[in-house]
Structure formats: C-alpha cells, structure tokens
C-alpha cells in the first residue's frame, strides 16, 4: 500500500508493476487518480486506513512529493 498518488507515489507504482507486485495507492486528491490502484480517502483517518486493509496490506509505503 502506497499513501500518496503524487510523483512519488506514481514512479514506485510504475516500479512495482514492472516487477508484477500488486499494490494500491491511497489518495485524497481525485484529481490525481488515474487508475483502477487508487482507493480515494484520507490516510490520516485511522478507521479510513482499517478499512482499505492497511492491516493485511504485504508493505506500507508513505511518500511526498
């Protein structure tokens, strides 16, 4: 799992596709999605994170822009 769909967030989402791991990014901004990967929300909500299985989630990356 991928918080932030920025520049960032989108090159290591193209990495992990060229090695075929599966992956989702998590953003708030709609605007930046443009893939089926993305899940819309706000990684800071706590029960927002549960709920897009940050728990069972392989990886957990955090990035800025």
């Known amino acids: ?8 967030g989108r090159a290591l ?3 992990l ?7 989702k990014i998590i ?3 709609i ?3 443009d893939s089926d990967k993305y899940i819309i929300g706000d990684a800071s909500d706590k029960n927002f994170l549960l709920l ?3 728990l ?7 990035v800025t822009d």
């Open 31 to 33: 605007e930046k999605v």
């Open 56 to 62: 069972t989630s392989p990886f957990f990356n955090q």
């Open 27 to 29: 953003e708030k901004n």
């Open 1 to 8: 799992m991928i918080i932030g769909g920025g520049v960032v």
């Open 17 to 23: 596709d060229e090695k075929d791991i599966d992956y």
């Open 13 to 15: 989402g193209k990495t």
């Open 52 to 54: 897009s299985g940050i």
